[in-house]
């Protein structure tokens, strides 16, 4: 009974083959880039307040992945999915950071997602599987564009929103992130008060 059970499992991993996918690297066109915090990659950006309090934001890396060869369809991994990402992020300090992340996926049945992530330390906004189409993705964003925003006594149009769904172990008082397509971070709620994006 024992040497039947052994060769059906030595049967089974044999019969699992292991192919070689190429799966390409993260599309720099993709619309979605477009939303990102940080649309042109500045050493530094500097956001202010009515009372001159200064935060400055330093450049912490910009990456994009590369192409790769997935290995796969075996008994270890027998999913043939890609994965591809890009992440951004600019620091404070050692303690508080702003970064996106976006995943793209095209799974073995061909459909291709995408998910973005925005966050500040732990805190975080995510708009998660998204077909990824440059229409499907424009619409995405235009239903959560406001035509007109009023926040602390600033009047902002066209812009995203997002509020932050914050993580407990996240002391950096800041719970609003405001983002405009095609310029980023635009204006962000620290404690009560709005910081505007110096020109």
């Known amino acids: ?5 052994y060769f059906l499992a030595i049967l089974t991993i044999i019969s699992c083959e292991v192919i070689e996918i190429n799966c ?32 400055k934001l330093s450049s912490s890396g910009r990456y994009f992945s590369e192409s790769y060869i997935e290995r796969c369809g075996g008994f270890a991994d027998p999913n043939c999915d890609c994965f591809s990402s890009f992440e951004e ?13 976006i995943t793209a996926s095209i799974l073995e049945d061909e459909s291709e997602f995408i998910d973005i992530d925005y966050s500040v330390n732990y805190s975080r906004y995510s708009e998660r599987r998204l077909i990824n189409n440059k229409e499907i993705i424009t619409n995405k964003f235009n239903e959560i564009t406001q035509e007109e925003l ?22 950096s008082l800041i719970n609003q992130l405001i983002i405009k397509k095609n310029e980023g971070l635009i204006a962000f709620m620290k404690d009560g008060k709005i910081y505007l994006k110096e020109k």
Not at 89 to 101: A, E, G, H, K, M
Not at 156 to 161: G, K, M, P, S
């Open 150 to 171: 009023i926040l602390d006594n600033y009047k902002f149009t066209n812009v995203i929103e997002l509020n932050l769904i914050k993580h407990e172990r996240d002391n």
């Open 1 to 5: 009974m024992k040497k039947t059970i």
């Open 89 to 101: 992020i600019y620091r404070v300090n050692d303690s508080l950071f702003f970064r996106t992340q």
């Open 24 to 55: 390409k690297e993260f599309d720099k066109s993709n619309v979605i880039l477009d939303y990102s915090m940080f649309q042109e990659e500045n050493d530094n950006y500097n956001f202010i307040n009515q009372q001159n309090d200064t935060v």
